[in-house]
């Protein structure tokens, strides 16, 4: 006797689910819990070297800072070395205003401390004026700076358990030694910096020696004995840490009793070291709400499935293509769109390049007036040297006469000099970059700008290296974010009593402008360098000069920065990338 086949599918079917859905939905499961497996070791590995990389990034910027406040120090002492006022106040031993000078000193490069000591070791001028009078003979870096003409850097443990950092150089005449300044440098502000982070970080010397930590106990150790310093966990403690380290990689070490990660960097000054240990608690929050994700995703699978294997196959075959046709819609509206935004980005970089040119032209167009003035004087002076050299032709007095020649021939050139730099300076710059000397861009818009500063009674200070500066780039575009910084310090110091701009080129792994006044300072800082934001009246500006000088620096593989100075006034800072020889031979 035969079975009907819709009888041997109600036995094929328990709780209404078909024999072929029970085997789908049992896969499902088991390839959700490998999945579930899988998944948790990926993102804990994942998150993990997110965290570490964070970890890391951090300590690159701490380890500039560290850096950089080294470097700021260690060229005071080279400098006070060199102070005429200085060297008079040690030969005549005459130290009353000495102190009051170091004071000042201090405020402006924000050292620790300051100490001017004779040659005896004696201290006669310091910014902590309690230390004057003490002898520091016995002191190594005094000791050590008389022996040498350079720079001599110390690191002292202080009795507070701290350890103290110092520049120290002798003041010479010739081959004789005058005294010794001693100039100590304020890391422990790092100490507390770091304290606000959940990480502990240690700073270590070229021994292992812990010089600056989080954990003050750390100070002075190694880095293995400081880590031994930590209490021995319970037996619960040791049973929680088991249960909470089953799903991730093994911790590097442990801190205050909890699991973390070691990071280390190298810090670029005599060998030291930067270590850092970040907690993984964030990494498991990170993997449990990813993991949480998964699962409710999966959960929502197999109902999703539950539902699907009641449909038949034709309904689902009409669902995917309707899918498919709304993705496909999408997928051409996508499209249109992108070509849209193309041909916008397009159509905004010509309109910028345009908008360049016409704020250099307008520029160029409102210093015409104080260049003219500039070019008559010289006219009216060759008028004044010609008629004078005629009369003294008339006299037979032939060299005089060709001095006033001379003096017209200088003029001649300077009047050429003007015209070349206002020539170059109004056409368009080239798309090509070409290795420039910094400080001929500098010369060159200064020399554009002598009337205004002039009429403006500003006086300009330059700082700039006796070898050539060079970068890569259009020397037109770089005169013309020059002009404006100038222009923007002129208006800052227009109601200042002896209004001054400071110009600084430096050198080192970047090349650096620095255009620094003592004017009123920046308003809104966060606003200056978005489109059309001024603070001058209406007609003397639209506020596109900084935009457009951000966008050239951009252009250039460089930034530009600016912050307001706790004295007054505004710095802006223009950073380029600094242009090497094997840069040439490699384009070559």
Known sequence: MSVPPDLDNRRASILG??????VVILFLIVVGIGLIWFMNSWLSERFTDATRNRAELRLVLYSGNIQSELQRNSVVPLLLARDPELIVALREGNFATTSQRLIDLQGEIGAASIELLDNS????????????GKNRSGDQAFV??????????MVKELDSGGFGFSFARSIRVASDVLGVVVVDADLSKFERSWAGFA???????????????????WRGRSLEEALALRDAPSAIARALRATADWAQTP???FVRGEAVLQSEVRVPFRGWRLVSFTRYDSVRERVNAALALVLTGFALLLALTFYLVSRSAWSQSALFQRESQDLRALNA?????????LRVQKDLAVAEQTLAQSAKLASLGEMSASVSHELNQPLAAMKTYLAGARLLLKRKRTEEALASFQRIDGLIDRMGAIARTLKSFARKGGEAFAPIDLRTCLGDALTMMEPMLR?????????????????????????????????????????????????????????NLTVRDNGHGIADIDSLFEPFYTTKVAGQGVGLGLAISSGIVGDHGGRLTAMNTPEGGAVFEVEFPRYHAAQKDAAE
């Open 17 to 22: 689910i078909p024999l072929w859905g029970r």
């Open 121 to 132: 070791g004696r201290v006669v001028g310091a910014t902590d004026r309690v230390q004057l």
């Open 144 to 153: 050590d700076s008389r022996r040498t003409s350079d720079t001599v850097f």
């Open 199 to 217: 990480d502990a970080v240690a700073l270590l010397d070229s021994g292992g020696r812990i010089i600056l930590a989080t954990e003050p106990r």
């Open 251 to 253: 911790p590097d070490t």
């Open 333 to 341: 509206r996508l499209q249109r769109e992108i070509a849209t935004r």
């Open 455 to 511: 009429d403006c009674r500003v006086l300009v200070v330059r700082t700039v290296p006796p070898e050539p500066v060079m970068i890569l780039g259009d020397s037109v575009r770089v005169e013309q974010v020059i002009l404006n910084l100038v222009r923007n310090a002129v208006d800052a110091t227009r109601g200042v009593n002896a209004p001054q701009i400071d110009i600084i080129i430096s050198q080192g792994e970047a090349t």
